[in-house]
């Protein structure tokens, strides 16, 4: 496969991409129980040749890419992470940051913005931190079918009821990659570039 030699944000075959709209965030926020965890854009791209997102000024929500097949990387706060099949990468909110994919091997990624009074409180459940922020969860199918879970929430609309499945979709996600978190011996061979 030659390598690609464009970069586009978005417009993939096969893409899903879900912003909630402002108000129906702000519904999240006050909700009880959904205010604890909840999703504010959520996707699939199923091949991104070409994937770049440079953002300066980062988003308010912690961003999570989770890597289904082949391979790209992330940067923020002078570091570059390799991802890779398996891995999760986590970029913490309000952080400029870059990412993108590979260009001879391009991902396939599932992603999801959350925020949330417990936000937080999961990404310390899980070990992630601004100087390790990528863990590895290999059991890549279980991890997608809970972001199709997720996704498969999206068509219902924005009722409460829709709201609240989202949220605890979200909160079953992250304890699924916490439950098949690998070792952090994976992640040193994995490695962090300079």
Not at 36 to 55: E, I, M
Not at 81 to 95: H, K, N, Q, S, V
Not at 171 to 177: E, N, S, T, V
Request: charged letters at 20%; a positive charge; one cysteine or more.
């Amino acid at each position: 496969m030659a390598p690609v030699r464009h970069r586009i944000r978005e417009g993939f075959e096969g893409q899903r991409l879900f912003v909630l709209p402002p108000a129906v965030q702000g519904r999240c926020a006050r909700q009880r129980v959904v205010r604890d965890l909840f999703a504010t854009d959520l996707g699939h791209y199923p091949n991104a040749p070409g994937h770049y997102v440079h953002r300066p000024r980062g988003r308010p929500e912690v961003i999570l890419i989770y890597c289904a097949r082949g391979s790209g990387w992330c940067r923020w706060r002078g570091r570059r992470w390799l991802i890779g099949e398996g891995d999760a990468a986590f970029i913490p909110p309000g952080t400029p940051h870059t990412y993108g994919a590979d260009a001879r091997t391009p991902w396939s990624i599932y992603w999801v913005h959350f925020a949330g009074r417990s936000a937080g409180h999961y990404l310390d459940a899980l070990g992630v931190t601004a100087t390790s922020p990528v863990l590895h969860a290999p059991e890549s199918g279980v991890v997608a079918e809970a972001f199709e879970e997720m996704l498969g929430y999206v068509p219902h609309g924005y009722t409460d009821a829709s709201l609240l499945a989202m949220s605890t979709a979200l909160a079953r996600l992250l304890g699924l990659l916490r439950w098949h978190q690998r070792s952090p011996e994976r992640m040193a061979r994995h490695g962090e570039e300079k």
